[in-house]
Nanobody
Framework: VHVVESGGGLVQPGGSLRLSCTAS????????MSWFRQIPGKEREIVAV????????NYAGSVKGRFRISRDNTKNTAYLQINNLKPEDTAVYYC?????????WGQGTQVTVSS
C-alpha cells in the first residue's frame, strides 16, 4: 500500500487548509485512516482517525472543533480539514493507512502557520 499526502503549505494564523491522503489498493474502504503530526524534537501524535465506512471519527482533544477528518472511498482518499490554524499547529502531518495488522505511512506534508 502506497500512501501519499498533499496539501500542506504556509498559512497565516486563522487560515484553513485541507490535507489529502491517497492510498493505493483495491480495499481502501477497509482501511482505518489516521492523521498524525510531528514537531521537530517531539514524538509523533495522533490528531484524528476515521473508520473504513466513515461512520466513526475521533480527535485529539487539542484539535477537536477545528479539525475534521473525512474520506471519499471512491477516490481512495482521506482528508483533514484544518480551520482556525494556530502557530502551534506547525508540524509535519502524516497519514497512516491501517489494513488489518499492517500500518502504512506516507512521507508527510509540512504545515507552517506564521504571519
Amino acid at each position: 500500500v502506497h500512501v501519499v499526502e498533499s496539501g500542506g503549505g504556509l498559512v497565516q494564523p486563522g487560515g484553513s487548509l485541507r490535507l489529502s491522503c491517497t492510498a493505493s489498493g483495491s480495499t481502501f474502504s477497509q482501511y482505518v485512516m489516521s492523521w498524525f503530526r510531528q514537531i521537530p524534537g517531539k514524538e509523533r501524535e495522533i490528531v484524528a482517525v476515521i473508520d473504513g465506512a466513515g461512520g466513526f471519527t475521533n480527535y485529539a482533544g487539542s484539535v477537536k472543533g477545528r479539525f475534521r477528518i473525512s474520506r471519499d472511498n471512491t477516490k481512495n482518499t482521506a482528508y483533514l480539514q484544518i480551520n482556525n490554524l494556530k502557530p502551534e499547529d506547525t508540524a509535519v502531518y502524516y497519514c497512516k493507512a491501517k489494513s488489518g495488522p499492517e500500518n502504512y505511512w506516507g512521507q508527510g506534508t509540512q504545515v507552517t502557520v506564521s504571519s
